[in-house]
């Protein structure tokens, strides 16, 4: 997910329950905590691009080095990132220009 999330991001993650109302909501562009069933010892954060059949699309904000649906298939969310803990607090950016 470089260069939005670098290897020792702190993230804050709030939990997404499947068929909730308030909060559980999960959107293109956001970015997310899931799982492949295909790999479901592998927890990733990627981006989501699309709700498909099984779960959502995820895609890594650097198509180069990343392990995402396009490996794995549909993904399940299991949590929608809300925030950097640490080194720089604050909102995660929205997907890099030049990014499709």
Do not use: C, Q
């Not at 997404?16 to 308030?22: A, N």
């Not at 691009?49 to 969310?77: I, K, L, Y």
């Amino acid at each position: 997910m470089s260069p939005t999330v670098r290897s020792g991001d702190r993230l804050l993650a709030r939990r997404v329950r499947p068929g909730s109302r308030s909060g559980g909501r999960v959107r293109p562009g956001d970015v997310v905590l899931a799982r492949f069933p295909a790999r479901p010892e592998l927890l990733v954060v990627k981006r989501v691009r699309r709700a498909v059949d099984g779960g959502h699309w995820v895609e890594g904000d650097n198509p180069f080095a990343t392990d995402d649906s396009r490996s794995f298939g549909p993904a399940v969310v299991v949590g929608r990132i809300v925030g950097r803990l640490w080194p720089r607090p604050g909102r995660l950016p929205g997907r890099p220009s030049g990014v499709a």
